[in-house]
């Protein structure tokens, strides 16, 4: 592998055949000179990534943060390896980085973010809420810097997006076919016409994405939270209704029974989006 530029004292960046790597080290960078080979026995870590634009942005990241923090990223990426058996690629790095330190500047600022997603993740996505978790003690012990719950949030839904990015064309068309026909179905109810280019719609779609890829891949909450479903059903009867239409959709078309926390979810997320329309009848 021969050196193309150098990062820091522990990563440089390789040549290898046609391929352009990121390789890390303990002091692989220090005092070496570009051209010069690196053996692979040398070498604690190797990064792949897919085209020239990534590895420059990569390349970037790596020479513009303390060194320690790739090292604290890779312990969070292999707590989730290891502990929920996740396959990931090296892009995970990339958006990790990129988060992370800008969250430990806003930390530093003394501004910290509310996350949107926040119920739905912890209710839906415990796996990865459970890293994001895990990574904010690694962060803390690394850093001295204690970041908020809606962190942990925030870097699940980096998890949650590169296990979602895997999936085939047919499963992608499944969704998005699943998403067009459920706000038909809260038009219809409501005989509204919601406003694409408003943020409350676009929040709406997110949650819908994240909806279908539970239906399509099976992966639905059981936990039945019976007193808020309840609660639910009576305060917001209109969306309640809407979300059962939706429920037989999801029956008939893909044999799948929404459970009530999935009722209580949907109902919550057709409140708001239409309660925000002033286009009704």
Not at 35 to 45: L, Y
Not at 79 to 101: G, P, S
Not at 197 to 222: C, G, K, P, W
Request: hydrophobic share 40%; glycine share 2%.
């Amino acid at each position: 592998m021969k050196i193309k530029q150098i990062l820091n004292n522990n990563a440089v960046l390789v040549k290898k055949g046609t391929n352009e790597l990121i390789v890390l080290a303990n002091g692989i960078g220090f005092k070496r000179k570009i051209g010069q080979f690196v053996n692979e026995e040398e070498v604690d870590k190797i990064f792949v990534l897919d085209t020239h634009e990534m590895v420059e942005h990569f390349s970037y990241l790596l020479g513009n943060i303390p060194p320690e923090h790739i090292y604290m990223i890779d312990e969070i990426v292999e707590y989730a390896t290891r502990n929920h058996k996740m396959i990931i690629n090296d892009y995970i790095y990339l958006t990790l980085i990129d988060h992370i330190e800008f969250a430990i500047k806003r930390s530093k600022d003394g501004y910290f973010l509310k996350s949107p997603l926040a119920w739905e993740i912890k209710k839906f996505y415990k796996k990865e809420y459970d890293i994001g978790l895990n990574a904010l003690k690694i962060i803390q012990s690394k850093t001295g810097i204690t970041l908020n719950d809606d962190e942990a949030v925030s870097i699940a839904l980096h998890f949650v997006n590169i296990q979602t990015n895997k999936q085939d064309m047919e499963t992608t068309l499944a969704i998005t076919e699943m998403v067009q026909d459920i706000l038909n179905i809260v038009k219809y109810q409501y005989k509204i016409t919601l406003d694409e280019n408003s943020m409350n719609y676009a929040r709406f779609i997110t949650h819908l994405q994240y909806f279908a890829q539970r239906i399509v891949s099976h992966d639905l909450h059981e936990q039945q939270e019976n007193e808020l479903y309840m609660q639910v059903k009576t305060l917001y009867p209109e969306a309640f209704q809407c979300v059962q239409k939706i429920k037989v959709y999801i029956y008939n078309k893909h044999q799948v029974l929404m459970s009530n926390d999935e009722d209580v979810y949907l109902t919550l997320h057709v409140m708001r989006v239409t309660q925000r329309q002033d286009t009704r009848r």
